[in-house]
């Protein structure tokens, strides 16, 4: 299933389908429509939009891309999330987002080089349900908080 990226955005599969992650995930397709940890590239040409399979493991959504998504949809839309996971980046020593959590790498360093915003966060950050639900977020055993978000 290949779709053209608008330019200068990287969109790499394998994609799935809505029906595929409802089966994987035991949600309704409704459901995997409105989720918040998930991204999904909607269809240019009217037809479903697909879901990038980096974005699950063999249980459900990946703990840290979950997190991630909830953070990246205060900040980015779709397409640029799913470009920044798949681009390397010099910080993470030329490995991709992705690449990064799939060998372990530090959760908090990936929350400092998030793509910058490309509109203002809705309201204080207590305000935003998706905010709530990051904050409650745990790995490891280890109760997560958010960083500040700073402009540079």
């Known amino acids: 299933m290949e779709e053209r990226a608008p330019p200068g955005i990287v969109l790499r599969g394998p994609f799935w389908t809505r029906a595929r992650v409802a089966r994987h995930l035991h949600r309704s397709p409704g459901a995997v429509d409105e989720a918040h940890d998930l991204v999904r590239i909607p269809s240019r040409v009217g037809g479903e939009a697909v879901y990038p399979s980096f974005q699950f493991d063999a249980v459900g959504v990946r703990p840290e891309v979950a997190t991630l998504n909830l953070l990246l949809h205060r900040r980015v839309d779709d397409l640029r999330a799913c470009d920044w996971y798949v681009t390397p980046l010099a910080t993470l020593g030329r490995a991709t987002p992705i690449r990064y959590i799939t060998i372990g790498g530090d959760l908090e360093h990936l929350l400092r080089v998030l793509p910058e915003p490309l509109w203002p966060a809705p309201g204080p950050a ?20 958010p960083l500040p978000v700073t402009h540079h």
């Open 126 to 145: 207590g305000d935003d349900p998706g905010w709530r639900r990051v904050w409650g977020v745990r790995r490891r055993g280890v109760r997560m908080r």
